[in-house]
């Protein structure tokens, strides 16, 4: 249910498929391993672009960090 629409609740899923909401958390956490926002269970998937551009800008922190050790720090 969850890959078809991943804006489902877990009270939708748990009533659509009658169980508890507690077995559905449970599910979702420790079976399917997804985490959720506010109450809605999202899977997250990137894109190829979002992935390079995840990793380059994880590359600019690294070079800013390692060079730099107040880079971290706040006031």
């Known amino acids: 249910m969850i890959h078809g629409?991943?804006?489902l609740t877990a009270r939708e899923v748990a009533d659509e498929?009658?169980?508890n909401i507690g077995s559905c958390h449970q599910i979702f956490n420790e079976k399917l391993q997804l985490h959720?926002?506010?109450?809605?269970?999202v899977l997250h998937l990137l894109t190829?672009?979002?992935k390079e551009n995840s990793?380059?800008?994880s590359?600019?922190?690294l070079a800013n960090g390692n060079g730099n050790e107040s880079?971290?720090?706040t006031l």
Request: hydrophobic content about 40%.
């Open 5 to 7: 629409n991943c804006r």
């Open 17 to 19: 498929v009658g169980i």
């Open 71 to 73: 880079f971290l720090r």
């Open 36 to 41: 959720h926002i506010s109450t809605k269970f």
């Open 55 to 57: 990793v380059e800008i």
């Open 59 to 61: 590359q600019e922190l």
């Open 48 to 50: 190829n672009d979002q």
